[in-house]
């Protein structure tokens, strides 16, 4: 079964430190995967996204690591600040029968910036 | 730059009543999805449709059914709304056909804002 793991389910520090969240996952056929940001009752917002040969993305403060090997992804937010608080979601796809990529969500790590 | 839009935001129904849900994907896509997010729950996948045909399926309960217009967007129909049915229902677009071509390395999907459907 495709199954995506997050860790820690939440997570609270203080404003301007770094922080680290864990995704693992047993999805297969591997396709892609995406690190979201979702706002209480909002979409998700892509953070970024990594196929198989990308072990390294960064967008802004943001950085996701890729290791297709052991099926695990990282995401670093550095020197954080209020407005990243929110829920963080890794989503990992495969290449469905149609041609959709189907996606298998975690369950997300609630991360608390206190000022 | 334009983002999904879904209609309405907000909807209260009751029990055994009939729901529409509408998308409108980013202008020049041509993929749409359908998910839906119970209370504390993760997304769940239902249906996706690639240039107004069905693409895949998943979860999506027999009650429901859903299309998706040659203007590219796309409705969810809901009939005979149960309790468990209240949920937060996002869509999501793609330009797949931009990938199938090359000139994407992959297909993103971007969500809209969701539908959040109450049932009483």
């Known amino acids: 079964k495709n199954q995506v793991e997050q860790s820690p389910q939440s997570l609270i520090i203080l404003e301007g430190k770094n922080c680290t969240l864990q995704c693992n996952y047993t999805v297969s056929p591997f396709s892609n995967l995406r690190w979201y940001k979702q706002d209480t009752g909002r979409g998700p917002v892509s953070l970024t996204i990594?196929?198989?040969?990308?072990n390294t993305k960064s967008n802004g403060r943001y950085t996701a690591t890729l290791d297709a090997d052991t099926k695990q992804s990282s995401l670093h937010i550095t020197a954080s600040q209020l407005s990243d608080s929110a829920s963080y979601i890794c989503?990992?796809?495969?290449?469905?029968?149609?041609?959709?990529?189907?996606?298998?969500f975690g369950r997300g790590t609630s991360l608390i910036v206190h000022p | 730059a334009a983002g999904v839009i879904q209609s309405p935001r907000h909807l209260i129904k009751e029990k055994r009543e009939t729901a529409t849900l509408k998308c409108y994907p980013i202008p020049r896509h041509d993929t749409v999805y359908w998910y839906q997010q119970g209370p504390g729950q993760d997304p769940q996948f239902l249906i996706s449709?690639?240039?107004?045909?069905?693409?895949d399926k998943g979860s999506i309960p027999d009650r429901f059914s859903a299309q998706q217009f040659s203007d590219y967007h796309s409705e969810l129909n809901m009939s005979s709304l149960e309790l468990g049915d209240s949920a937060l229902y996002f869509c999501?677009?793609?330009?797949?056909?931009?990938?199938?071509?090359?000139?994407?390395?992959?297909?993103?999907?971007?969500f809209g804002p969701g539908t959040r459907l109450t049932v009483l």
């Open positions: 999501a677009s793609s330009s797949r056909g931009l990938f199938l071509a090359g000139g994407s390395h992959t297909d993103t999907q971007y």
């Open positions: 989503v990992v796809s495969f290449y469905a029968s149609g041609g959709s990529y189907i996606p298998t």
């Open positions: 990594m196929t198989f040969s990308e």
């Open positions: 449709f690639y240039e107004k045909m069905q693409s």
